[in-house]
C-alpha cells in the first residue's frame, strides 16, 4: 500500500500538492535542522504574557463507584471558549473543557469511561501510559462514530449542517472500502462503535501522570489542536505514603502551542481543511508549530505560588514542539527542578535539572522549591528551544506570606525493578524515516491497519533498538520500557525511570527493554510527533 492509499484518494484529487514526492533532504540539512516542525505564525494580535492566571482542569467525579469499580461519563463536544482574551475559539472538547477534565484514579480500581461522541466527527480514545486490554485501547481504526451518524446512517446525515469530514468519516468508518485495503488479508475490520461505547482500564499499573486523547487513524494532528486531551492521574498507597507536596501544591500543568485564525479559531494547516484526507500541506511535513504557549489551555498564565515546595506534574501535549525549559531567574545553586518521576511514575530517586527537555508526549513529574527564592519574586518558566513569544511558557509570582511548609522529597522515592537485558529473548530494530513515496514511514513501511512489524509473546522481555534520520519522540502503547542506551552510550539525563516515550535526537539510536505482559492483541507503535503519526510514521505489533 502507498501512501496515496493510505491517505484514501488518489493523485487526481489533490494534484502534486501535499500528495507529491517528497524531497528527500540531505543528511547534512537534516542534522542541521535539528528540532522539528515549522511554526504556524497566528492571524490575530496576540496577548501580553502573563495577564490570565492559570486554570486547573476540573476533576471529574464518577457517576457510580461499586466494590472494585469506578464509572465515569464524559461527553465529547464542541465547546465555544475563551482562550485569548476577547475572542471565542471553537474547540473539540471532551466534557465541555480544554484541557479535559482530569480523571483521579486509584490503582488497582477498575476504570470504566463511557464516551458520548457528539462531535461532527468519529473519534478514538487512547489512554496515554495506560496498561489496557487491546479492544480499549484505542486502536485507531476502533471508531466510535457521532450519536446519529452510525453505519448505515451515514448518508441521512449527510445534509446534517456544521458536519465536517463526513467524507472521511464514512471512509474511514468503512476502511474495507479504501482503495489497498480490501484485498489486504489481515485487515481488521475495525470495531467501529456508533454514539457512545465504554473503555475499561483495568487499574493493574502504578501511581503515574497519564493522559488521554484522540487517536484516529491519519486525524489524532487536527483532533488534539482541536482540544481533545485531558490528565488521567492514577494514585497508589506507594507514592501516598511519601512527604510529598500535595493538595494544592500538587499541579497539573499541560503544555501546547498553538495558532490561531483571524476569527479567533484553531489555525491548522490541513491539506484538506474539511478533514476528509489526513495530512498537512507541504510545509508542515515536518511537524506543527504554533506561535501560543498555552498552559491548561491559557495563553502565558500565571500563578502565585507560596513559598514551599510545589510538585508539577509536566505533559508536552504539544503536536510536535520540544521544549527546553529552565527557571528564570535561577535560584541559588541552581538545581531548582528536581525531578521525582517521569512517564511511568516515581524514579528510585530523584534527579535534579537546571534545565529539562520535554519532547510531544512525555510528562516530568517535579519539586520545585520555591522558598528558595526571596519573596516577592517573579519567577518565568522559560523555553530556551523556543523563538520570540514561545520562549516564555508562564510566571510564578512568589508570594511574600509566611506559610508552613512539611513536605519532603525524599533522597529514595522506591524501589524499582531493573529491566535484566540478559532476560531479553530477542534484540528488534525499528528505523524511523522519511521516504520520498510514502511520508514518514517506521522500517520503511507507512502504516497500514493489521499490518505487524513484531509479533512477541505474552510474558517476554525484548530489547527494541530505534535509529532515526530527524528528531522522532518514539512512543510504545501497552507497556512501558527502561531505556538501556543511547548511540551505544549511557542513557541520557532524562531518560530514567519507566517511560512510554523517548525522544531521539537526529542520527542517534536508542536501546530500550521492554517487556509485554498481561494482554494479547494488537497495539502501536509510532512517533508522537502527530503530523508524523497521522502522515503514516505508524506501525502495529502483536502481542500473543
Ligand atoms: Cu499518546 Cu498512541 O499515543
Ligand atoms: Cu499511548
Ligand atoms: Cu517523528
Known sequence: MNRRRFLGIGAAVVGTGAMGAFAVPSAARLLAEGRPGRVLGSAVELPAPFQVPLPLPPVLQPVRSDGTTDHYEITQQIARLEILPGLRTEAWTYGGSYPGPTLAVRAGRQIVVRHRNEL???????????????????????????????AGGAQGTAGTAGMVGMAGMVGMAGMAGMPGMAHHADLPAGRTTDGERTYTYPGRQRAATLWYHDHRMGFTGPALWRGLAGFHLVHDDEEDALPLPRGEREIPLMLADRSFAEDGSFAYPAVDPTLAVPGVTDDYMNGVLGDVVLVNGAPWPRLTVDRARYRLRLLNSSNARLYRLELDPQPAGGDALVQIGGDGGLLEAPVAHDSLEIAPAERFDLVVDFSRFPPGTSVRLMNRFGSDRTTEVMLFDVSSRTVTDDSAVPERLCTLERLDPAAAVTTRTFGFRRSRDDGWTINNQPYEPGRSLARTALGSTEIWRFF??????????????????????????YDAGWKDTVDLRPAESVELLVRFTDYPGAYMLHCHNLEHEDMAMMADFVVE
Open 120 to 150: 461532527p466527527v468519529p473519534s478514538v480514545v487512547h489512554l496515554h501510559g495506560g496498561h489496557t486490554p487491546a479492544d480499549s485501547d484505542g486502536y485507531p481504526i476502533d471508531l466510535l462514530l457521532p450519536v446519529g451518524a452510525g
Open 468 to 493: 532515526t534520520d530527524v528528531h522522532h519522540p518514539v512512543h510504545l502503547h501497552l507497556d512501558p520500557f527502561q531505556v538501556l542506551s543511547r548511540s551505544g552510550a549511557e542513557p541520557g539525563r
